[in-house]
Nanobody, 113 residues
Framework: QVQLVVSGGGLVLTGGSLRLSCAAS????????MGWYRQAPGKQREMVAT??????RINYAGYVQGRFTISRDKNTVYLQMNSLKPEDTAIYYC????????WGQGTQVTVSS
């Protein structure tokens, strides 16, 4: 059973930066796609960024392109978030695929104006 532990998040002012980390345990195998999703109050969960097992394929949602950077070191995935905006306020979730999708606990990111 894969377990994902998320760290990072918090409160930051507009234009600030935060870094999220997500460490996977429960398997010695390289997980497939890992990524980040977010859910703002009253909205559906949406994809932020995903990265393949080797890091060669990266996808970003259009609204974070150029501001967020996803990276990966084996089964730990990171999300560097720069130039944060109030609309980035949401609960951020880590996900990983290993025969099925696994989800970590969410972490709150609040961007204050």
């Amino acid at each position: 059973q894969v377990q994902l532990v998320v760290s990072g998040g918090g409160l930051v002012l507009t234009g600030g930066s935060l870094r999220l980390s997500c460490a996977a345990s429960g398997t010695s195998l390289m997980l497939n796609v890992m990524g980040w999703y977010r859910q703002a109050p009253g909205k559906q969960r949406e994809m932020v960024a995903t990265i393949s097992s080797g890091g060669g394929r990266i996808n970003y949602a259009g609204y974070v392109q150029g501001r967020f950077t996803i990276s990966r070191d084996k089964n730990t995935v990171y999300l560097q978030m720069n130039s944060l905006k109030p609309e980035d306020t949401a609960i951020y979730y880590c996900t990983a695929n290993h025969y099925r999708d696994f989800w970590g606990q969410g972490t709150q990111v609040t961007v204050s104006s």
